[in-house]
Every structure is written in structure tokens, then in C-alpha cells.
């Protein structure tokens, strides 16, 4: 079973920096694509990144493009997201999730409903 864990979260002031990692502690994804979500409070869910497994092609949001880096450690199914320059608007519960297929148009990436897997976020709260 597909169970993914997200750590690196935590409090960060403006400009600074933090990594996300998320592994898939059951060790049984033989998906295609892994990414990150964000939801701050009040907010709907929205798409930060995503890569794929077995190309290397990272996908990103606006907001967050030439500030986050996504990443990826194959043999440890595992990915992660690096963030700087972070700002008070980057606070949020960020959520690692994980597809069993790659989206038909590169636009999907950013669909909640290209994704199989889910793990339970982690915070990450950056102060100004």
C-alpha cells in the first residue's frame, strides 16, 4: 500500500528557506508522477510542483517557479522540494501526492484528480 509521509516542515521567516521531503514509507508506488499541493487557511488546494519518475521534467506553479526546486531520489522513492526565498504568502499545509500514470496534457499536472496518493501535509509557516 502506497503511504506517503511528509517532514520538513516548520517556521521559517521571509526570505529564508526550508526543504520538504516525502518518501513512500510503504515502499510499493510504481507510479509515474510525484508532486506537492499547498493549502492555506480559507484557501482551496493548489499545485506547487510536480516531477516525473522516470524523465526528470519538473512542473510548476507561477507563484512559486524560480523560487522551489523539485527533486527526486529514485531508489528511495522519495522526492523533495526545496524552497527559498520564501515569503508569508508560501504559509500553508503542503501535501506530497503521487500518480500512478502521467496526465494526458501538461496542464493536468495541476489537477487534484491527476493524483492517486496522498499523504497527510506538513506545515510550513513562513513570518514576515
Known amino acids: 500500500q502506497v503511504q506517503l509521509e511528509e517532514s520538513g516542515g516548520g517556521l521559517a521567516q521571509a526570505g529564508g528557506s526550508l526543504r520538504l521531503s516525502c518518501a513512500d514509507s510503504g515502499r510499493t508506488f510504481n507510479g509515474n508522477v510525484m508532486g506537492w499541493f499547498r493549502q492555506a487557511p480559507e484557501k482551496e488546494r493548489e499545485f506547487v510542483a510536480a516531477?516525473?519518475?522516470?524523465?526528470?521534467?519538473?512542473y510548476y506553479a507561477d507563484s512559486v517557479r524560480g523560487r522551489f526546486t523539485i527533486s527526486k531520489e529514485i531508489d528511495k522513492n522519495r522526492i523533495f522540494l526545496q524552497m527559498n526565498s520564501l515569503k508569508p504568502e508560501d504559509t500553508a499545509v503542503y501535501y506530497c501526492?503521487?500518480?500512478?500514470?502521467?496526465?494526458?496534457?501538461?496542464?493536468?499536472?495541476?489537477?487534484?484528480?491527476?493524483?492517486?496518493?496522498w499523504g497527510q501535509g506538513t506545515q510550513v509557516t513562513v513570518s514576515s
Open positions: 501526492a503521487a500518480a500512478k500514470r502521467p496526465p494526458v496534457f501538461s496542464s493536468w499536472y495541476s489537477r487534484d484528480s491527476t493524483y492517486d496518493y
Open positions: 516531477i516525473r519518475w522516470n524523465v526528470g521534467a519538473g
